[in-house]
């Protein structure tokens, strides 16, 4: 959510399939930000509307794409900053370090946005970096390198609104480490047990974001009980809404192939386009 709130209606938001959050909190509707995830042929929503990159799976891919994004931008001197976000695992991909290199080399309002939550799939970060952090990473590349803790929302505020306000106004890209943890098993088809103890998970249950947020939030008088009962009846109705609507079955047209293969169709695909169309005009009307 911190990367979404820093971020100005005309910035751009590259990020992950797990990043629907951050998504959602761009103004995307939920059932749009998980369409993806039920192997439908677009991402469910307009990049352009929200100003939200589609949703990567392959690793760090999008580091490549939110770099060129805002080559792009500051050349036609559009006010843009892009926010890309990525996990610990993807610091290991080639595209990590392109991606970085040249928004060093070529001092690009980028930030980005590291989460490191402990392990990729099966692999501690223990065994993908001999670095101190990731944070420190950033030396090497000639950018600004901030390790920062991924729990604590208030923390991550500052310094992404920190980091994104120096892109901003000229003074180039910033790598952000957040720490955080990964409490349950990578998917469904993981078992954590065989390279993790509960001894390593327990003490992550008392940093919980959003238990840190509402003992905050309680503290200083800002969250009353009946705020806390509202936010969770809320929540329950999305997540009922989002049920239903991902759940019902999907109803393609055939002539969703030819729409967005190219921004101006090619004879071909135009000549293609109206054979498909003249053989569902002739089955329908034989099935009349």
């Given amino acids: ?83 890309a976000l990525c996990g610990d695992g993807a610091t290991s991909e080639g595209d990590f370090h392109e991606a970085l290199n040249f928004a060093a080399v070529f001092h690009l309002p980028v930030v980005f946005l590291v989460q490191n939550n402990g392990y990729a799939i099966s692999v501690p970060l223990s065994r993908q970096t001999a670095a101190p952090s990731l944070a420190h990473k950033g030396i090497g590349y000639g950018m600004r390198g901030r390790l920062v803790d991924g729990n604590d929302l208030a923390a991550l505020l500052a310094v992404l609104g920190e980091a994104v306000a120096e892109a901003r106004d000229g003074g180039g890209p910033t790598l952000v480490e957040a720490l955080t943890y990964r409490m349950k098993s990578h998917t469904n088809a993981d078992d954590a047990t065989r390279y993790r103890t509960d001894d390593e998970v327990e003490p992550w249950r008392a940093r919980d974001p959003l238990l840190r947020l509402r003992t905050w939030l309680a503290a200083e008088g800002a969250l009353t009980e009946g705020d806390d009962a509202e936010a969770h009846a809320h929540a329950e109705r999305v997540a009922a809404d989002l049920r239903t609507a991902i759940m019902a ?38 099935s009349r």
């Fill in 1 to 83: 959510m911190a990367a979404a709130m820093v971020l100005g209606e005309q910035d751009w938001l590259f990020p992950t399939y797990r990043d629907t959050v951050a998504v959602i909190g761009r103004g995307v509707d939920p059932f749009e930000a998980f369409v993806l995830l039920r192997g439908d042929w677009h991402s469910g929503y307009d990049p352009h509307e929200h100003h939200v990159a589609p949703q990567s799976t392959p690793l760090a891919t999008q580091l490549l794409h939110a770099v060129g994004f805002a080559h792009a931008a500051r050349m036609r001197g559009e006010d843009t900053v892009v926010l």
């Fill in 249 to 286: 079955d999907a109803v393609p047209h055939p002539e969703d192939l030819f729409a967005h293969v190219y921004a101006s169709p090619t004879p071909q695909l135009r000549e293609q386009a109206d054979l498909l169309a003249a053989e569902l005009a002739t089955a329908e009307e034989a």
